[in-house]
């Protein structure tokens, strides 16, 4: 756009402290911004319907990545085969799982999929100086409006006084303090269902028109409200009156950290969400919250190394007991009796669960371990919660929903398939609100909460998720038919390659909704077969990590499990000759190629 140099497109980084989005700078002649504002293929109103929100409808059945079944091994891959078994669950832990908060797109009509939310949900463009994306907030701390509400939000803080109807924790508005030279931004949040002042008395009637540095091109949440923007921007009305409350440390909360937890706690259905500067924070701050010296916690094995490490070494450091049970095969009466005995009088405080498990790929059945539960705390205290807390890092958001299968908490590394990218280090904590309490508060005085450029980046990955991991999965379906009649190969782990007699078959046609996208597989040859076929590959890179777009490979036995005994990697098939293998979004005939390339000297 050149109109006698009078407007110019400008676009920020989004790492800089100024806007974080494409805007249009203006003259202060209102013909000029009259003038661009009818260039209709340069400035567009961009409207949001917000209709009152629904219950969501029953969990939708396995999602197939895009007619990923090419290849696909086990079969039973359509959705419509796979009906969902009920579960012999308590009814305490056995409940719909709905979020009222979730939109609808007309009145009567289909509520918004979570990717699709991952676009606006949790955030008002009006509250944001119209950034059509959630700008980031890279600062600690927050101004409060007076004295009186800062000591309104400690009140609430510290659990000295109930909320007053409306009152909570969640929003964020941003208004501006503005001038001709400097911009200094005020950041404050406002109640939910209170009328929002979007144009605070303290700003100048004039000040958008004034300012050479404002924007004009806003996402507007719909016509009404593009109608009210013009009329305070032209100084036609006063503002209204609205409540604000203000925010005051990062350590505490910050906009990018709770919209992040917001859009988070969609794909889940959950009511609230923690998030965390790693996996392995919100592990631990999770057993922490509910665990106290004396107590002891049943865990499935084999699990994520960092996690067994923590439960077998450093809970003993508090006197926490942590107590075994295998993964891959249905629970009877026999092991609920053996790890009564290994309690020893203790009381249980939680059960964690990694299904499927790293890196074997053997299944859990939370309906066994809800049982469990129930049996081992029959005696206890009943106003003690013994949460289920299950590490859903393998399958991801996508491809299994713990909490409709009687789980209280479900844990991720956000940094895989959630992040995506392998530019972020991340975890979540999803669930209900009362759950999340003690590991919310908790992680505010050990201070392992996300950062703002963190869930920034996080919201980025949100919203191609379901892009990249149904990709990923299409592509491990072909991968693991063709690992599985490769003569290098003496055995394929991989979900959708469960036999239809075994037992866990049930497990995983009844709880998972796709196969995801982690393979492991068995070489010829132990350790040196294994690292000349993971040294002879190109394409795929050998590292630790997992769900990016990229294509990884790692051994186990030498690298994230090396700290297990031989007897331990030997009894739970962390065998020498096995790769893990996360299959990423490249082309799958590139990824085989590399294979045949990789294997073909075995």
């Not at 085969?81 to 719909?96: G, V, Y």
């Not at 700003?203 to 091109?217: A, C, T, V, Y």
């Not at 990824?591 to 990789?598: F, P, R, V, W, Y």
Request: some cysteine; glycine content about 8%.
């Amino acid at each position: 756009v050149d109109m006698d140099k009078q407007a110019r497109i400008l676009q920020y980084f989004p790492i800089t402290s100024k806007k974080l989005y494409t805007y249009i700078q203006v003259s202060r002649s209102q013909h000029n911004m009259r003038a661009c504002l009818s260039m209709s293929t340069t400035c567009k109103v961009v409207c949001v319907a917000s209709p009152p929100p629904r219950p969501r409808p029953p969990p939708r059945h396995r999602r197939d990545g895009g007619g990923g079944g090419d290849g696909g091994g086990g079969g039973g891959n359509d959705a419509s085969s796979r009906p969902r078994s009920s579960l012999s669950l308590s009814s305490s832990r056995r409940k719909a799982r709905t979020n009222p908060r979730i939109p609808i797109i007309s009145e009567g009509g289909q509520p918004m999929q979570p990717e699709s939310l991952m676009m606006t949900f949790g955030y008002k463009t009006s509250l944001s100086e119209g950034a059509i994306k959630c700008p980031l907030f890279q600062t600690s701390t927050f101004v409060f409006e007076s004295a009186q509400k800062g000591k309104e939000h400690f009140e609430l803080a510290y659990g000295l006084r109930e909320p007053k109807d409306g009152e909570e924790q969640g929003l964020i508005y941003v208004s501006a303090r503005l001038s001709q030279s400097t911009h200094t931004v005020l950041y404050v949040r406002h109640k939910r269902g209170s009328t929002v002042n979007t144009q605070p008395s303290h700003i100048n009637k004039q000040s958008r028109l004034n300012n050479p540095d404002m924007e004009i091109l806003e996402g507007l949440e719909s016509a009404q409200k593009g109608k009210e923007h013009f009329e305070l921007a032209y100084g036609l009305r006063e503002p209204k009156d609205g409540e604000e409350q203000g925010l005051i440390y990062s350590r505490l909360n910050n906009p990018d950290m709770e919209i992040l937890e917001d859009r988070l706690a969609v794909w889940d259905n959950a009511e609230a969400c923690v998030s965390f500067a790693s996996g392995l924070a919100g592990i631990t701050t999770t057993i922490l919250a509910y665990t106290k010296p004396g107590d002891c916690i049943i865990y499935t094995e084999p699990l994520y190394g960092g996690t067994h490490h923590f439960l077998e070494h450093e809970l003993k450091k508090w006197d926490v007991h942590a107590i075994a049970i295998p993964a891959g095969v249905r629970l009877t009466s026999k092991h609920e009796k053996r790890v009564r005995e290994q309690m020893d009088g203790r009381a249980l405080a939680l059960a964690l669960v990694e299904t499927p498990a790293n890196p074997t790929n053997r299944l859990v059945d939370l309906a066994d371990i809800s049982n469990m539960i129930a049996h081992l705390t029959a005696d206890q205290d009943p106003k003690r919660r013994v949460p289920l807390c299950v590490d859903n890092t393998f399958l991801g958001p996508l491809f299994m929903h713990p909490l409709e299968h009687g789980a209280d908490i479900v844990l991720y590394s956000a940094t895989k398939f959630i992040g995506g990218h392998s530019d972020v280090v991340a975890g979540a904590a999803l669930g209900d609100a009362d759950v999340l309490m003690p590991i919310r508060t908790l992680r505010t005085f050990l201070g392992n909460m996300l950062s703002p450029m963190d869930g920034w980046l996080l919201m980025r990955s949100l919203e191609t998720l379901k892009m990249r991991m149904s990709i990923s999965q299409q592509n491990a379906r072909v991968v693991a038919q063709w690992l599985k009649d490769h003569p290098a190969v003496t055995h394929v782990h991989y979900l959708d390659l469960i036999p239809a007699n075994h037992p866990m078959r049930d497990v995983y046609d009844r709880q998972c909704l796709g196969s995801g996208s982690l393979i492991a597989f068995e070489v010829r040859g132990g350790e040196s077969g294994a690292f000349a076929c993971m040294d002879r590959m190109q394409l795929i890179k050998t590292a630790v990590s997992l769900g990016g777009t990229e294509s990884l490979v790692e051994h186990p036995a030498s690298m994230t499990h090396a700290g297990m005994s031989a007897e331990d990697k030997a009894r739970l098939g962390v065998t020498s000759g096995l790769i893990r293998f996360s299959v990423g979004v490249e082309c799958v005939d590139d990824i085989l190629a590399d294979l045949s390339n990789a294997l073909a000297h075995l």
